[in-house]
């Protein structure tokens, strides 16, 4: 079966720092480009952040460029999203998602990824 499980995330105080796992099973992170979604209350899901798990290669948005940094580990068929600096407006449920072949840029965010795990709640609070 694939899938894609995100965990990682947390209670965590304005400036603090958390980092996020998706971790595939059924299938091998060889060549797909990985992107990270987030929900907020009442928001509709949005894209902010990519890796290509073949050579590493990512982007990011305006709102976490310089902020959210992404690793792969392709021995433990991982991939991490590293979030610094984080705000209260970072509060949301992350999600993962994979699609094979494809370049990380911005227009990666628009495709019309069919997939969710059950994500993973971060929560900026003081």
């Known amino acids: 079966q694939v899938q894609l499980v995100e965990s990682g995330g947390g209670l965590v105080q304005p400036g603090g720092s958390l980092r996020l796992s998706c971790a595939a099973s059924g299938f091998t992170l060889d060549d797909y480009a990985i992107v990270w979604f987030r929900q907020a209350p009442g928001k509709e899901r949005e894209g902010i952040s990519c890796i290509q798990t073949s050579d590493g290669n990512t982007y990011a948005t305006d709102s976490v460029k310089g902020r959210f940094t992404m690793s792969r580990d392709n021995a433990k068929n991982t991939v991490y999203l590293q979030m610094n600096s984080l705000k209260p407006e970072d509060t949301a449920v992350y999600y993962c998602?994979?699609?094979?072949?494809?370049?990380?840029?911005?227009?990666?965010?628009?495709?019309?990824?069919?997939?969710w795990g059950q994500g993973t709640l971060v929560t900026v609070s003081s």
């Open positions: 998602t994979a699609e094979p072949h494809v370049k990380c840029d911005h227009e990666v965010l628009s495709l019309p990824f069919d997939s």
